[in-house]
């Protein structure tokens, strides 16, 4: 009688050896490109993501700026004033004259009756905008804006808020 190899177990027809260990290696392979392949997807991501936040709060902080150096022109403590806009270079920075307006109306607290309408005022925004977020001074206050819509940011400075 013959004596068998132990390994003649994993021979197959006509002693030929199974292809486990090319197939282990390629999917080994595989997985570490697929695995490395979504970090680098989503990393990106998360990475464009913090880079807009930051040139958005920038902006946001700058906007603030802008109010408390316009309050100090616009109540004779200076004659001029310079702000740089922050943000990101390839953001575009605007001052749109129309944007948005006020209106002043007199109503009877009682009734709601319009007693008098004092008119219409143009607000006048200064805007900067990066891809899909807008933040803007305007009516004395910061505005931020994003696809999940506009949100006030800052109030008045100080410089003003004091002041009637």
Not at 66 to 71: N, Q, R
Not at 72 to 99: C, P, W, Y
Not at 123 to 137: E, H, K, N, P, Q
Request: charge should be neutral; aromatic fraction near 4%; hydrophobic fraction near 40%.
């Amino acid at each position: 009688m013959a004596s068998r190899c132990p390994h003649d177990a994993f021979r197959g027809p006509r002693g030929r050896r199974a292809q486990g260990d090319v197939i282990g290696i390629v999917l080994l392979l595989a997985i570490t490109v697929i695995g490395a392949g979504t970090v680098v997807a989503f990393g990106g991501d998360a990475i464009d993501g913090i880079r807009e936040s930051a040139t958005t709060g920038a902006a946001e902080q700058s906007m603030t700026q802008f109010d408390s150096k316009a309050s100090l022109v616009a109540h004779g403590e200076s004659d001029t004033q310079r702000v740089r806009l922050a943000g990101a270079a390839d953001g575009e920075r605007v001052v749109d004259a129309d944007a948005g307006w006020m209106n002043l109306t007199v109503r009877n607290a009682t009734t709601g009756a319009v007693e008098e309408e004092l008119g219409n005022v143009t607000l006048g925004a200064v805007v900067y905008r990066d891809g899909d977020a807008s933040v803007a001074y305007q009516g004395g206050g910061v505005w931020r804006q994003s696809a999940d819509g506009a949100r006030w940011c800052r109030r008045r400075s100080s410089t003003t808020a004091g002041r009637r």
